[in-house]
């Protein structure tokens, strides 16, 4: 179905190759995972599936690429896109429409079928992504995992031959990832070809047939699964891949804080003044510690980080911090957010002006220790914009110490992260461990179970569970992230 | 308001016009009661057309808008016809400039926001695509409409992160502060500007074959009633025109 061969690319601005003699060929029906680290090729192969390269990102390109037949090099992107379907990693950009009806029918439209067509078409893709009851709203208003169910709709209606994916469950909760697991299994079971680019890996244990290692823009490891899953986890970290299955977890029993507290009081709000979307009454929280915030989508958790950073102007709880009680005002000045998308809280012209920039006075002398702390004297001078990822999350951080914040929150600080960059993230927090209280939101359990003291687990605006993170809260942690999926269903039948 | 542009949910368009006939009124509204063309001899024009926005929108059920529109368009129509002729000099001169402005204004206004705010951009470019207009200037324009609410969204972001920065306008430093959230609002954008167009190219936008669209638009009965309200003074108008070349 897909014959790739002999593949060198090189993308117009960068000096080295992204792909180097790269072969690859996949049969009718199989679903294959890309793995590797980050900047391993994995999403330039993909591109070069579904044609963006070389007719949208530009470069140096040697070599075939076959898709079903045609040379997707040579025809127009809009032929490629007949034969091959594509759903990508941000939900956020993936949208030309603003509702999910004509989103869905967008791809069909574009291939100039008759209206009837279309709508059996939209009905039917809707109602093998179990999408039905989103159908006819604004996109803005789904959460990310109907957001990516919607995506995965509107490219099945155009019944293309291959499917690609990239990194597609960066941003879901586990209860989408599962229902995009279920999908994959839907076109598998109707003989479609998949390719997924991922680095998450337990929710395709038994869903991918072949697996595919990439490193330095090659082919390292080419196995079946079965061959592939029997590898020691060891191996695999060895790799630079998150694991196969989550049970298998360690916890690093984190060490112990000191007994100081913080203390949340009547942390309630409420958007439109009916329903709750946050409904705390108190709360006792170690200082200085590292809390997982988890829950599925919906659960509160972006407005419970909301409140904490003082930005809900109508919200009227305290925090109570060594005895005095801080208001919204006092919020702001004591926290601080580290958004999934640094990029929005990056301002000025050089790392040293950004991490200045809102920093009280008495700190000047510890400008060179943070930023050394931080692994970031090396960048004072460069623009922040022009940093990797990592690096922009580290700015941020050293901005919000130099500022003198007591609360830190990060919002889904290792979406698309590969093990080792997850792993990176996860020493900086502990560095910060009895320095600041961290709130880290999270749909990632070895995030939590690397550097995380305590587990606050939200559901419908409340507290589920609080618990400490010792080697029976890391049981249940896993326990959660592993059946979590189950466990609502029953719910939804009990009811 | 920028949420709301071109985002109306299904089923909340009131009164179903077709977006042609959208943009005739729009087109009527502009000429007769914006441009005030004709309207000293039509002297009965202005008021009858002003009372168009109104209906539509309390079809709409934006009646916040509706009275709003209701109330201040009354208080200026009095101000200009009772209180103006009252007074002289400079207030005389203010209070006509402003009633002025304001009544010919609003209508026109309302009924932009009644258009923008009923309509989805599928619509848009069904109608756009009816009209034979070119694909090179249809897909742009929807892509600016889908582009609006993104902007806000990145904008509110950005807002919240100089707030937590404490960073605000009760600086003195204006320029920097629009320095401050232009730079991460022009990354962000265009980050999002290039995957949009990505994953667009992958669902073979720009392809040989003449799109369909399956948005469900068409002229119903009500829609030859508002085209009939629109065209009636147009033809006044002309026949006016005659009646004066004659003389």
Known sequence: MIEMKNLDFRYANSNTGALNNFSLTVDEGEIVLLCGESGCGKTTVTRLINGLIPHFYEGELNGRVTVGGVDAVKAELYETARIVGSVFQNPRSQFFCVDTTSEIAFACENMGLPEDTIKMRIREAARDMEAESLLGRSIFKLSGGEKQKIACASVAAAHPEVFVLDEPTSNLDMEAIESLRRTILLWKSLGKTVVIAEHRLHWLRDVCDRVIYMSGGGIGIDLPMSKFAAMPPEKLQKLGLRPLSLDKLKNETPPAISGDTLELRNFCFSYDGKKQALDIKSLVLPRNGIIAVIGSNGAGKSTFSKCLCGLEKKFGGKVLIDGTACGRRALLKKSYMVMQDVNHQLFCESVEDEVRLGMSEDNEKDVQGILNQLDLLPYVDRHPVSLSGGQKQRVAIASALLADKEILVFDEPTSGLDYRHMKETAALFKSLLGKRTLFVITHDPELILSCCTHALHMENGGIREFYPLDDNGGRRLIDYFINNDKEEKNIEKTV | ?247
């Not at chain 2, 729009?26 to 007769?32: C, G, K, N, P, Y």
């Not at chain 2, 208080?75 to 010919?104: D, E, M, Q």
């Not at chain 2, 009816?130 to 950005?158: C, Y």
């Not at chain 2, 190219?201 to 119903?220: A, H, K």
């Open chain 2, 1 to 247: 308001m920028s949420q709301g542009v071109m985002q109306s949910d299904v089923g909340n368009h009131g009164l179903v016009l077709d977006p042609r006939t959208k943009l005739l009124l729009l087109i009527t509204m502009a000429v007769f009661v914006l441009g005030g063309t004709g309207t000293a001899a039509l002297w009965f024009l202005t008021p009858s057309l002003c009372i168009l926005p109104l209906v539509l929108l309390l079809s709409a059920k934006k009646f916040i808008s509706a009275v709003l529109y209701l109330t201040v368009y009354l208080a200026t129509y009095s101000v200009f016809h009772f209180v103006g002729p009252k007074t002289t000099g400079v207030p005389n001169f203010l209070l006509l400039g402003t009633a002025g402005i304001i009544t010919r204004f609003m209508p026109s206004v309302m009924m932009g926001i009644y258009v923008v705010s009923t309509t989805t951009v599928s619509e848009f470019t069904a109608a756009m695509q009816r009209m034979r207009v070119s694909e090179r200037l249809v897909i742009p324009m929807s892509v600016m409409f889908r582009f609006f609410p993104t902007v806000a969204d990145e904008f509110s972001s950005i807002n919240a992160a100089m707030r937590m920065r404490g960073v605000s306008f009760a600086g003195k430093n204006a320029g920097k502060m629009l320095e401050y959230r232009l730079v991460p609002l022009l990354t962000c954008s265009s980050k999002i500007g290039e995957e949009l167009s990505a994953a667009a190219l992958t669902r073979g936008l720009g392809g040989d074959i003449r799109r369909t669209n399956v948005c469900e638009i068409g002229f119903r009965v009500l829609d030859y009633a508002m085209i009939l309200v629109c065209i009636v003074p147009f033809i006044m108008l002309i026949l006016r025109w005659f009646e004066v070349s004659v003389f």
